[in-house]
């Protein structure tokens, strides 16, 4: 007996692919870029949360910002380090001045800076009010599971506080019993005694160097301890008059 065509399992969640469009639009905005803004830089974000991103970006509105998530369409719209050209069929520009733009920032991208969460900031500010700015800005906010732990942190035994002995007690206030069956399924040994939530023993919740998962992040988020730095470093940028490549850890250097 034939199946019923009625039987047709439909995924709502399936989306077509973007194509080469998406692609080839990418590589007209990089170029379009590279024309109109006097410095290129390639950045990494550390921690990356997009509230501090956009509060990075509204500081800087005569700029443009390109994230970077896979490094082979950055690589192909400024040439990847080869022989490969500007294709054909993109804008017309000055071909002496495209080649010379395209070699120089072929190796400014070169795969060494394209790992981690990272993306070109093309801007006309000097770089030394540029650089003094990302230098100088961090953000602190709550670790995510899948990095490293930047600290300890150990809760005392007794009475377990709402920040986990991070303050002195006569500041703080006991953990809502309400949240012991919580906290204990997350891993500390804890026991409600009178109403009150016990420890018997200081429980680590985490080691500096270890990579901290899901049931670490929520114990570190419930105590209030904020451990993840956001951070954009500068890794190096292209002078469009010079056609120079300085790399920012060398000038600090």
Request: with cysteine; hydrophobic share 35%.
């Amino acid at each position: 007996m034939p199946k019923s065509k009625r039987a047709k399992v439909v995924h709502l969640s399936k989306t077509e692919k973007k194509g080469k469009e998406l692609t080839f639009k990418l590589f007209a905005n990089i170029r379009e870029c590279l024309d109109k803004y006097q410095y290129c830089y390639v950045f990494l974000v550390e921690n990356m949360r997009n509230t501090y991103l956009k509060e990075v970006r509204t500081e800087f509105t005569d700029s443009r910002w390109t994230i970077l998530r896979k490094d082979k369409g950055h690589g192909k719209s400024t040439g990847d380090g080869s022989r490969r050209r500007v294709s054909a069929q993109s804008k017309p520009i000055s071909k002496g001045k495209i080649a010379l733009e395209v070699l120089q920032i072929a190796k400014l991208i070169r795969l060494q800076y394209l790992t981690g969460n990272v993306g070109l900031f093309f801007t006309s500010q000097e770089p030394t009010s540029t650089l003094s700015y990302f230098s100088a800005y961090t953000k602190t906010d709550f670790a995510r599971a899948g990095i490293p732990a930047s600290r300890n942190f150990t809760i005392p035994a007794g009475m377990v506080y709402s920040r986990g002995g991070e303050i002195p007690q006569e500041e703080d206030v006991p953990l809502a019993h309400a949240l012991e069956q919580n906290v204990r399924k997350m891993g500390m040994p804890t026991s409600l005694v009178k109403g009150r939530v016990m420890l018997d023993q200081p429980y680590t919740v985490c080691k500096e160097g270890d990579v901290l998962n899901s049931h670490q992040t929520a114990l570190l988020k419930l105590f209030g301890v904020a451990t993840a730095d956001f951070k954009v470093q500068m890794r190096a940028y292209w002078n469009a008059a010079t056609h120079e490549i300085t790399e920012v850890n060398a000038m600090e250097e």
